[in-house]
């Protein structure tokens, strides 16, 4: 199992339209990708529903985890995707 920690770097938290862009990119990895806050239980990245449960703040730290060949490339993808203020004006 390949894991990262990572912070929520919208400002807004992970809302709807941040979460709605993590949950597009997760559902786009060939592997399953999971995110939970930490020392939570683990809920899959490609469900709108979970991730928006998850109500992950900015600053807030989360983990997400997958298993396979593919799993380092996409759990770092998701990661530096979360990172990033997806709010900010481009």
């Known amino acids: 199992m390949y894991q990262r920690t990572v ?3 919208s ?6 339209r941040p979460a709605s862009l ?3 990119a ?3 990895q060939p592997v399953p ?6 020392g939570s239980s683990p809920v899959d990245a490609r469900s709108m529903l979970s ?11 989360l983990v997400l985890s997958a298993v ?3 799993a380092p490339d996409a759990v770092d993808e998701l990661a530096t995707l ?6 900010a004006k481009e």
């Open 7 to 9: 912070s929520v770097g």
């Open 11 to 16: 400002r807004s938290g992970l809302h709807a």
């Open 22 to 24: 993590f949950v597009q």
């Open 26 to 28: 997760a559902a786009r």
């Open 33 to 38: 990708v999971t995110v939970a806050r930490e």
């Open 51 to 61: 991730v928006l449960a998850l109500a992950a703040q900015h600053g807030e730290r």
């Open 68 to 70: 396979g060949e593919n």
């Open 82 to 87: 979360l990172s990033q203020d997806l709010d």
